[in-house]
Structure formats: structure tokens, C-alpha cells
């Protein structure tokens, strides 16, 4: 079992940044590939960013390539993702999710079979 914290969330201007964070609990953290996900207001839950187990490699959804970074601490069982450059469109619930089995390069494709979610957290970016 994992279970999944963000934090970090809040309101800021458009081009502020913001750091989440994502505190997971259990054992599998670091057999696990950690992604973030957003929904917006009246949309659906789309993918943001997601990192290999090892931190290797990461994966960016291209509307926030080159502005957003996802990183790991395998040694605190916390995933970030940094955002700067935050537009009004960045605004939505941000979750974090996990899971041992789906990669992080396949997790924009298959996440409606991840295992393990947040509760997400409130960004809003004010014009």
C-alpha cells in the first residue's frame, strides 16, 4: 500500500513559479514510477510529468515542456515538480500518482489503470 501527500499548491501571477511536493508512504517508492497528473476546472484529468524509478528519465506533456521539472529523493520518498512560468492555463487540482507496474514513460497513456493517487492540490494562476 502507498499512500500519496501533496503539498506545495497555492495561488500565484502569471509567470511566478511554484514547487509541489509529494510525500509517499510504504516500502515501494522507489520501485515505483511517480508521475503528476492535473485536472482543470470542467475537463478531464490530463497528464503533466512523470519520472522512472531511478530519476533517469522524464517524461513531459508538451504543454509544459521546458517550464515544468519533475524530480525525485528516493531517500525521502518524495517526488517534486517545480513550475515556472506559470500561465492562467496551469491553473487545476494536481495530483500525484504512483505505481510499481505502469513505467513513467507510459504512464500519460495507461493512467486510468495507476494504483496509487493523491488527493491532489489547488494551483491557481492569476492574469
Known amino acids: 500500500q502507498v499512500q500519496l501527500v501533496e503539498s506545495g499548491g497555492g495561488l500565484v501571477q502569471a509567470g511566478g513559479s511554484l514547487r509541489l511536493s509529494c510525500a509517499a508512504s510504504?516500502?515501494?517508492?522507489?520501485?515505483?514510477?511517480m508521475g503528476w497528473f492535473r485536472r482543470a476546472p470542467g475537463k478531464e484529468r490530463e497528464f503533466v510529468a512523470a519520472?522512472?524509478?531511478?530519476?533517469?528519465?522524464?517524461y513531459y506533456a508538451d504543454s509544459v515542456k521546458g517550464r515544468f521539472t519533475i524530480s525525485r529523493d528516493n531517500a525521502k520518498n518524495t517526488v517534486y515538480l517545480q513550475m515556472n512560468s506559470l500561465k492562467p492555463e496551469d491553473t487545476a487540482v494536481y495530483y500525484c500518482?504512483?505505481?510499481?507496474?505502469?513505467?513513467?514513460?507510459?504512464?500519460?497513456?495507461?493512467?486510468?489503470?495507476?494504483?496509487?493517487w493523491g488527493k491532489g492540490t489547488l494551483v491557481t494562476v492569476s492574469s
Open positions: 519520472i522512472s524509478r531511478s530519476g533517469g528519465s522524464t
Open positions: 500518482a504512483a505505481d510499481a507496474i505502469i513505467t513513467a514513460q507510459t504512464m500519460g497513456l495507461y493512467y486510468h489503470d495507476i494504483h496509487y
Open positions: 510504504g516500502r515501494t517508492f522507489s520501485t515505483s514510477a
